[in-house]
């Protein structure tokens, strides 16, 4: 069965740090990875995605998510926070064979500092 | 661009009482999905379908019922709420396996 687990319930960084969410999944076959980002009260939107083409992904705001089978893991990272990345980040996995359908980590609130 | 709506946006039900959230969307999507969201939990997949007419248990289906009688529409009902119920709804959807779209979500306490 699909997991994902993102190490870290809560990251704080400050303005202008680096920004590293870690997410590492569990599937039996080669699967697709989301990178979702839900500011307060609002929806998720969709910040990258990797569906088994380059093994780096860049989205949007500046982040980026690099694939690493060996690892089976799905790091998102920015070079250099800003205030209006502090949000809730979600990891989420799925198979081809599942129907689109999501399996999605606990989540990792990002707080950023000035 | 309307994408996906969910309505009401908050509601406080009674413990027994039945509801239906509403969800439509508007970019001819097969697959359609209704999530709850629970702090620290994620999200958890209730029901999906993947087009008119079918529709699918996901991981946390109990206490709930959904039906897909249209491409746009994909109601969810609440029978006999609890207060285990309280959650952020939301409602989503995409092609086969392209990008799931979210709603911005139902706010639901039960009390």
């Known amino acids: 069965a699909q997991s994902v687990t993102q190490l870290g319930s809560h990251v704080s960084v400050s303005e202008g740090a680096l920004v590293l969410l870690r997410c590492n999944y569990s599937?039996?076959?080669?699967?697709?990875l989301f990178w979702y980002v839900q500011y307060p009260n609002q929806g998720l939107q969709l910040l990258l995605k990797y569906t088994s083409a380059a093994t780096l992904v860049k989205g949007i705001n500046g982040f980026e998510a690099e694939f690493k089978k060996s690892e089976t893991s799905f790091h998102l990272t920015k070079p250099s926070a800003h205030m209006s990345d502090a949000a809730e980040y979600f990891c989420a996995v799925s198979e081809a064979n599942q129907g689109g359908k999501l399996i999605f980590g606990q989540g990792t609130e990002l707080s950023v500092k000035p | 661009n309307a994408g996906v709506t969910q309505t009401p946006k908050f509601r406080i039900l009674k413990i027994g009482q039945s509801m239906t959230l509403q969800c439509t969307q508007d970019?001819?999507?097969?697959?359609m999905y209704w999530y709850r969201q629970d702090p620290g939990m994620g999200l958890k997949l209730i029901y999906y379908s993947v087009g008119a007419g079918i529709t699918d248990k996901g991981e946390v289906p109990n206490g709930y019922n959904v039906s897909r009688s249209t491409t746009e529409d994909f109601p969810l009902r609440l029978e006999l709420a609890a207060p285990s119920q309280t959650s952020v709804y939301f409602c989503?959807?995409?092609?086969?396996?392209?990008?799931?779209?979210f709603g911005e979500g139902s706010w639901l306490t039960v009390v």
């Open positions: 989503a959807s995409s092609y086969v396996q392209d990008t799931i779209y």
């Open positions: 599937s039996s076959v080669p699967p697709y």
């Open positions: 970019m001819n999507h097969n697959y």
